[in-house]
């Protein structure tokens, strides 16, 4: 299990940064449909995977023996995935406090 919260941790960060997927349309000057998706479905994958891989984390740490390389896997696996919710909960908290609306 502690593998698993690993890859889940892992898979969290790419779909993360697909949630800047909006950037560089906006510095071109174009706003394309299919990049709100993206976002939106980055932004919610990002959110599964990050809990996922601290709920599997947090199951496997209670299962494995201290020392095991499987506890040291699900530490990480639920460490990556506080990073990635982090990463995905804050910058949308901070947006919606200096827009004074959603970001979505």
């Not at 891989?53 to 506080?82: D, I, M, W």
């Amino acid at each position: 299990m502690g593998t698993q919260a690993f890859a889940c941790g892992i898979a969290g960060l790419p779909l993360w940064l697909l949630s800047y997927a909006w950037l560089p349309f906006a510095l071109l000057g174009r706003e394309a449909d299919f990049a709100w998706y993206a976002v939106v479905v980055g932004e919610i994958g990002a959110l599964a995977a990050g809990t996922l891989a601290v709920s599997l984390g947090l199951v496997a740490r209670r299962r494995s023996v201290p020392g095991e390389p499987e506890r040291r896997r699900a530490t990480r696996g639920l460490a990556l995935g506080a990073v990635v919710l982090t990463l995905v909960v804050v910058p949308n908290i901070v947006g919606m406090l200096l827009i004074g609306r959603p970001v979505l």
